[in-house]
C-alpha cells in the first residue's frame, strides 16, 4: 500500500537520498538526529493507531525500514500491510500463524513458535529504532560476524553506560544530545528485550519518543561538551582556579561575618553585665533604705532625734513649764 507522495524510508521527494545508514556517497546526505527521532516518533504514532484504535485492533507483524513512508517535511508513514493479521479477540493473547516476516525483524518468540503478539511488533519497531540510532542494518553480512546481527551486537553494549557512545552512528560527526542519546538507546533496550512481558506498550513509547522529537537540539553546545582532551584540562583547571576562588571569598566573607557575630555578642554581652551591675546596685539601695527605715520605727530614740525643730522646741518648753511647776510647789509647801 502506498501513499501518495510518500517515499520509502531515506529518498527525499526532491529525489536526493538521506540515508539513515553509514553508506555514503556524492548524491547522499546523513539524516541528522532530530530528523531521526522525528521519523521514530511518527512510525512510534503509526503503530500505536493499529494496536490501540483501529477496529479490530491490527498486528502489523513486518515493521522496517524499507516500509516506512516519507512525505514532505519527512513525515513518516507505515506501509505495505500484506502480512498483517488482526489481533487476538477475547480471552486469546496470541494468534497462531506461520511464521513470516522479514530475518533481523522478527521476535524471537514467534520466530520460535509462532504465536503472534502485540508485542511481536515492539520489538520490531525497537530494531528499526536501534538502526535510525546506530546507522546500521537490522542484518549486515558484510560486517565481522559478531556485529552480522544488530541486537545480538547491541545487546552487551546496553549493560554498560560508559559505551553507549560506541553505538551512535559515526556519520553524525558527534551532533547529537547525550542525554537524548541515552534516553533513545533505553527505548530500544526495553524494545527488543528477550521477554515480551517486559517490552513496553505502544503508548508508553509514543510518549517517550514524542518528548524526543519535540527538543530544540543545539549542535554547539554537544560540540563545546566534546571538546578535545587538552581543553576539558584546561577547563577544568580553569573551573578548578574559580572554585578556588569562591571558597577563598567565602572563607572571608565567613571570617568576617564571625567577627562581626563575636563583636556584636561581646556587645551584647557587655550591655547585659552593666544593665545586670545597675538593676543589682539599685537593688542593694533599695534594700538600704528599707533596713533604714524599719530601723527608725522599731528605736524610739531615733525617731525623736530624728524629728522636726518645731517637735523639738515644743518638748523643751514642755519641760520648763513643769520644772517650774515643780519649783511652785516646793514654795508652798515650805
Known amino acids: 500500500m502506498h501513499f501518495s507522495g510518500c517515499y520509502p524510508a531515506g529518498l527525499r521527494p526532491s529525489g536526493e537520498h538521506t540515508d539513515i545508514?553509514?553508506?555514503?556517497?556524492?548524491?547522499?546526505?546523513?539524516?541528522d538526529w532530530s530528523t531521526r527521532m522525528k521519523v521514530a516518533a511518527g512510525a512510534a504514532r503509526g503503530l500505536e493507531y493499529l494496536h490501540n484504535k483501529m477496529t479490530p485492533p491490527i498486528i502489523y507483524r513486518d515493521l522496517k525500514c524499507s516500509n516506512i513512508l516519507l512525505g514532505d517535511g519527512?513525515?513518516?508513514?507505515?506501509?505495505?500491510?500484506?502480512?498483517?493479521?488482526?489481533?487476538?479477540?477475547?480471552?486469546?493473547?496470541?494468534?497462531?500463524?506461520?511464521?513470516?516476516?522479514?530475518?533481523?525483524?522478527?521476535?524471537?518468540?514467534?520466530?520460535?513458535?509462532?504465536?503472534?503478539?502485540?508485542?511481536?511488533?515492539?520489538?520490531?519497531?525497537?530494531?528499526?529504532?536501534?538502526?535510525?540510532?546506530?546507522?546500521?542494518?537490522?542484518?549486515?553480512?558484510?560486517?565481522?560476524?559478531?556485529?552480522?546481527?544488530?541486537?545480538?551486537?547491541a545487546r552487551p553494549l546496553f549493560k554498560d553506560r560508559k559505551k553507549f557512545h560506541k553505538m551512535v552512528d559515526p556519520a553524525l560527526q558527534g551532533e547529537f544530545p547525550i542525554r537524548g542519546l541515552y534516553q533513545?538507546?533505553?527505548?530500544?533496550?526495553?524494545?527488543?528485550?528477550?521477554?515480551p512481558t517486559l517490552r513496553p506498550q505502544t503508548s508508553d513509547i509514543v510518549t517517550a519518543l514524542n518528548y524526543l522529537a519535540s527538543q530544540t537540539y543545539d549542535p554547539q553546545t554537544t560540540t563545546q561538551s566534546r571538546s578535545s582532551p587538552s581543553s576539558r584540562r584546561t577547563s577544568r583547571k580553569?573551573?578548578?582556579?574559580?572554585?578556588?576562588?569562591?571558597?577563598?571569598?567565602?572563607?572571608?566573607?565567613?571570617?568576617?561575618?564571625?567577627s562581626e557575630e563575636d563583636e556584636s555578642t561581646s556587645r551584647k554581652d557587655g550591655e547585659q553585665i552593666k544593665s545586670e551591675e545597675d538593676e543589682s546596685t539599685s537593688r542593694k539601695d533599695g534594700e538600704q533604705s528599707k533596713s533604714e527605715e524599719d530601723e527608725s520605727i522599731n528605736d524610739p530614740n531615733t525617731t525623736q532625734s530624728r524629728s522636726s525643730p518645731s517637735s523639738r522646741r515644743t518638748s523643751r518648753k514642755e519641760d520648763v513649764d513643769q520644772s517650774k511647776r515643780e519649783e511652785d510647789r516646793s514654795t508652798k509647801s515650805d
Open 74 to 153: 519527512y513525515h513518516p508513514k507505515l506501509s505495505d500491510f500484506g502480512l498483517a493479521k488482526v489481533g487476538p479477540q477475547g480471552d486469546k493473547t496470541h494468534v497462531s500463524t506461520r511464521v513470516m516476516g522479514t530475518y533481523g525483524y522478527c521476535a524471537p518468540e514467534y520466530a520460535m513458535t509462532g504465536q503472534l503478539t502485540y508485542k511481536s511488533d515492539i520489538f520490531s519497531f525497537g530494531v528499526v529504532l536501534l538502526e535510525l540510532i546506530t546507522g546500521r542494518r537490522a542484518i549486515d553480512n558484510r560486517r565481522p560476524s559478531p556485529e552480522q546481527n544488530l541486537v545480538s551486537w
Open 238 to 258: 580553569d573551573g578548578d582556579k574559580k572554585r578556588e576562588e569562591d571558597e577563598s571569598t567565602s572563607r572571608k566573607d565567613g571570617e568576617q561575618s564571625k
Open 21 to 31: 545508514h553509514q553508506d555514503t556517497g556524492p548524491h547522499r546526505k546523513v539524516m
Open 184 to 195: 533513545a538507546l533505553a527505548i530500544a533496550a526495553m524494545c527488543v528485550q528477550e521477554l
